[in-house]
């Protein structure tokens, strides 16, 4: 099918948060935070932009696939929090790494966002319209969250993680879902200032979550998701060489691992540096583990995220660097 990974980036803002930090302004403690979440610190924008990450992810993919921004037909960034409204980071970011890029759009699907990018990829190389994409994940969830509200502040971070995907046969098999739910977990958008406005963008909380509907539903749906798409392609879990997980709790990653009888290794987990990242979370690991050389030509490996619509998406590639 369509596309394989030839380059992998990231880039992570410098200012560190650690759980001390956030006990000095929330009622909580690191003990609370590391053995309810696993996260021990998270990264948070202070003098960059979202863009100044983004791009720097972006270029440091392209460097790592040997490409240059000139042969760079289409850009996608995933997003949930852009530094404009408008323009979207994807046009942002094609000025910013001069890219010619011809088809140019963000993908606002939290979590999930990145396999669902990676879907939308894999059309317009099925298309035939493309040949280089570069898939950009940023979030800066810092600037979304209620700082009072203990149970959301502490679990994310921002980070930016990126790839480059050239024209082969990597992609084996990809599904991504929604269920259409939004009382479970919503973000809410700026306050209207119209003065014709009764009340219909009234916000009253930052992130409204139900954090145990959020658990519940992750680690059904992940289990459910990984299954089928073992089975669907007549492997068993033992064939998959690593699982790359989105980070939102090591409970959530370590159910799964132990329900599939796999050891910590083929599980890699990075969410104790730097909380949930949201749809850069996942490209950020896997940038991790092919920087660290422990991806070999022909690994087997399944992304699986869930996130906020609520959505899924897993995605099964073979290495092919
Ligand atoms: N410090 C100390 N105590 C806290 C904190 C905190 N930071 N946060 C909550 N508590 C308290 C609660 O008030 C509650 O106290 P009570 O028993 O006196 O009422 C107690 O701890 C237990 O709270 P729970 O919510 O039941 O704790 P739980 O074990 O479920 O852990 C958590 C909460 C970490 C949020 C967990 O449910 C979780 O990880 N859920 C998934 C969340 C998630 O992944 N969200 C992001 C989705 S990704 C996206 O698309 C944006």
């Known amino acids: 099918m369509s596309f394989y990974i030839s380059g992998t980036g990231s880039s992570l803002p410098k ?9 000095k302004i929330l009622d909580t403690s690191d003990e609370w935070i590391t053995s309810r979440t696993g996260i021990s610190e998270r990264r948070v924008l202070s003098s960059e932009t979202l863009l100044d990450i983004a791009a720097e992810a972006g270029r440091n993919a392209m460097e790592n696939a040997g490409t240059s921004p000139a042969d760079i037909d289409m850009i996608l960034c995933a997003t949930l929090s852009g530094d404009f409204v408008t323009p979207s ?22 979590c999930s966002g990145f396999v669902f990018a990676l879907e939308m990829a894999s059309v317009y190389f099925d298309a035939g319209k493309v040949n280089r994409v570069l898939v950009v994940c940023a979030e800066a969830i810092s600037r979304l969250l209620d700082w009072n509200d203990r149970s959301s502040a502490i679990l994310f971070g921002d980070g930016a993680g990126a790839v480059v995907l050239e024209k082969g ?8 879902n929604t269920k259409a739910d939004s009382a479970v977990l919503h973000i809410s958008g700026v306050e209207s200032n119209s003065p014709f406005s009764e009340g219909y963008a009234k916000v009253d909380k930052r992130v409204v979550m139900d954090g145990q509907g959020v658990f519940i539903f992750a680690v059904s749906a992940i289990t459910d998701g990984l299954s089928t798409m073992i089975e669907k392609n007549g492997l068993t879990p033992d064939d998959i060489s690593m699982y790359l997980l ?3 709790n090591t409970r959530i ?3 799964a691992r132990k329900r599939f009888g796999q050891p910590e290794e083929k599980f890699p987990h990075n969410i104790e540096k730097y909380g949930n990242t949201s749809s850069a979370s996942i490209p950020i690991l896997l940038d991790e583990v092919n920087r660290s050389g422990k991806l070999k030509k022909n690994d087997k490996i399944i992304l699986g995220a869930f ?15």
């Open 169 to 176: 046969d990597g992609l084996k098999d990809l599904v991504v």
């Open 89 to 110: 980071m994807s046009c942002l970011l094609k000025d910013r790494l001069g890219l010619n890029a011809k088809y140019v759009y963000d993908v606002n699907m939290a």
């Open 246 to 248: 989105h980070q939102a």
């Open 307 to 321: 996130g906020a619509g609520l959505s899924t998406g897993f995605c099964l590639i073979e290495w092919q660097k």
């Open 253 to 255: 990653i370590n159910s």
């Open 15 to 23: 200012k560190k948060v650690t759980n001390d930090d956030l006990s």
